[in-house]
């Protein structure tokens, strides 16, 4: 599915990811303060200081362990499960995943 942003580039910043991808985002809004938001205001989940990468392929932002699996960023999937729901959020939790997502212990 492909959706449509009524966007320009007065209305976006610029972010470059953990990983060095430099892409163009939404500016902060109420809504990255009201809840969390994966570039303005991330919450103090396990992995809030892995890097960011962004997977085009995907529409989603994941964080890159120390072991080098991607791993879907809790913020993002709150996101899209506030915009999408419940299943849509859950097919994209799915990765390949070492349990670095879950504890700490492992890294």
């Excluded at 470059?16 to 969390?36: D, M, P, R, S, W």
């Amino acid at each position: 599915m492909i959706e449509e942003f009524n966007m320009t580039l007065d209305n976006m910043d610029t972010y470059t990811t953990g990983t060095g991808q430099k892409l163009y985002i939404h500016k902060a809004t109420k809504e990255c303060f009201e809840f969390n938001c994966v570039i303005h205001n991330p919450s103090n989940h396990v992995m809030k200081d892995f890097p960011t990468h962004w997977r085009a392929d995907r529409g989603l932002m994941e964080r890159i362990c120390p072991h080098g699996v991607g791993h879907p960023d809790p913020d993002d999937l709150a996101f899209k499960y506030r915009k999408h729901g419940k299943i849509k959020m859950k097919y994209e939790a799915v990765h390949g995943c070492d349990g670095c997502c879950v504890s700490l212990e492992n890294v």
